[in-house]
């Protein structure tokens, strides 16, 4: 089996200046949990999963108001939680070759 067999295409994108709000809603309509951050030109810049977006968002046990909570949330963007210099790969590779390098 190989990449392509697996991946998504064409892959949802995000930049890095995309509202978390707006990314995590991306993921949950398209369910999936990881999707990755690319320039203005569409070059890799970073991944972000939902994972990430959750820990960034507030505890449940927060004094915010959720008026307060969702300003913030609002204010904060991919960039802010993105994970950068990340490995890829073309489609052509077998899966354990992807596999391995993610391990």
Same mark, same amino acid.
Do not use: C
């Given at each position: 089996?190989? /990449? ?6 064409? @892959?949802? $994108?995000? $930049? @890095?200046? $995309? +509202? #978390?709000?707006? @990314?995590? %809603? ?5 369910? #999936? ?5 690319? =320039?203005?030109?569409? @070059? &890799? ?12 968002? +507030?505890? +449940? ?7 307060? /909570? %969702?300003?913030?949330?609002?204010? &904060?963007?991919?960039? =802010?939680?993105?994970?950068? %210099?990340?490995?890829?790969? $073309? +489609? =052509?590779?077998?899966?354990? /070759? ?6």
């Amino acid at each position: 089996m190989l /990449v392509r067999d697996r991946m998504t295409s064409p @892959a949802k $994108t995000v $930049t @890095a200046t $995309t +509202p #978390f709000q707006d @990314a995590l %809603n991306l993921m949950r309509e398209g369910k #999936f949990r990881r999707i990755p951050v690319v =320039d203005e030109h569409g @070059a &890799l810049v970073g991944i972000v999963s939902e994972r990430d977006l959750l820990h960034a968002a +507030p505890s +449940p046990a927060t004094s915010l108001s959720i008026w307060e /909570v %969702n300003y913030l949330l609002w204010r &904060l963007k991919v960039a =802010d939680v993105m994970t950068e %210099n990340v490995l890829s790969s $073309t +489609p =052509d590779p077998p899966i354990e /070759v992807a596999a391995h390098l993610m391990v």
